[in-house]
């Protein structure tokens, strides 16, 4: 099975401040997505990462909030900036690890006080 | 953009039983149909896929039908386990290399 990893699992985080999310895919892919799930929710996509060029972003998600870096065909961040409680959410990666479905991470729980 | 819906949003079976989940989606281009598997605590997990070329899939218990003119698709799980209990997402997108999206979710519960 796929194997994608993120880092931090979890993070307690104060209301201004920013976190980075990391994710590390065992092979090389093109695209990666990222991924937001807020409590009892379902996943709503934030943005996808292609490798070279800027993130596209969904509607209701912005660059500056959600800046996201993709540095080579296996590596992700995610950043979440000047946080609020509503911004507690799990955010998850996925890829498609060149297998034609697309796996995701554990999943990064996110708690904002 | 593309929109999916998932019916029910709970559903408890009996141990042995049989459940079904039912999606509906509403981007004709849409070609892709992922089913995941949420545990508490874990990403979600593919357990199952369908593409527009084929209208059955089957793995063991688990089952995916689609109507592409209906634009929907449904999971058929049988012989129900305990372990079967989790929350399924039905998702939709252009291919499976592109960006899928999520129906609300079903919460299944599998009684003993």
């Known amino acids: 099975s796929a194997v994608i990893s993120q880092k931090p699992s979890r993070d307690i985080c104060q209301r201004g401040t920013s976190l980075t999310i990391q994710c590390q895919v065992d092979s090389q892919v093109t695209m990666m997505f990222w991924y937001r799930q807020q409590p009892g929710q379902s996943l709503t996509l934030i943005a996808t990462?292609?490798?070279?060029?800027?993130?596209?972003?969904e509607s209701g998600f912005v660059i500056d909030k959600f800046p996201i870096s993709r540095p080579n065909l296996t590596f992700s961040t995610l950043t979440v900036s000047n946080m609020s409680p509503e911004d507690s959410s799990i955010y998850l990666c996925?890829?498609?690890?060149?297998?034609?479905?697309?796996?995701f991470g554990p999943g990064t729980r996110l708690l904002v006080l | 953009g593309e929109n999916v819906e998932q019916h029910p949003s709970t559903l408890s079976v009996q141990e042995g039983d049989s459940a079904v989940i039912k999606c509906t989606y509403s981007d004709s281009a849409s070609n892709y149909f992922p089913w995941y598997k949420q545990e508490l605590g874990k990403g979600p997990q593919l357990i199952i896929d369908i593409r527009s070329n084929v209208g059955e899939k089957k793995d063991q218990r688990i089952a995916v039908t689609l109507n592409k003119t209906a634009k929907h698709f449904s999971l058929h799980i049988t012989e129900t386990q305990p372990e079967d209990s989790a929350v399924y997402f039905c998702a939709a997108g252009g291919t499976s290399y592109d960006k899928v999206i999520f129906g609300p979710g079903t919460s299944l519960s599998v009684i003993p």
């Open positions: 996925s890829g498609d690890r060149g297998q034609e479905t697309q796996y």
């Open positions: 990462a292609n490798q070279g060029s800027e993130a596209t972003y």
